[in-house]
């Protein structure tokens, strides 16, 4: 914890297993990810929720507070040609990563596809 002080990271990646069961967690239990997730705004840091899985799970992400979220929600995992093409010069994909309220507004509008 003393590196968060030292040498504050830019992102602060919340592990799935603190995500998974949010849905069903106490109050007790929300409120100290909340604290967490204040702490690390406090030092400038990017909060991540990992593991994020459902609509419900991204609502309680946002009103936690996290500014990003990543998780089969958001899409599978891809092979690596999908993200980069070789041939005529090549590129790479760049991607924008959604916060979950990002994500909901998407998801609301119909600009964003799961699948």
Known sequence: MIELFEVPPKYLKFDLQIIRGLENASVIHRASVKALVNMVHDLDVISLAEGV?????????????????????????????????????????????????????????????RS
């Open 53 to 113: 899985e459902t609509q419900i799970q991204a609502d309680i992400c946002t009103e936690i507070g996290f500014q990003m979220a990543q998780g089969y929600f958001f899409g599978r995992p891809q092979p690596r040609e999908f993200w980069q093409q070789t041939g005529s010069g090549g590129y790479t994909q760049e991607i924008a990563i959604p916060t979950a309220a990002q994500s909901s507004l998407l998801m609301q509008s119909g600009q964003f596809d």
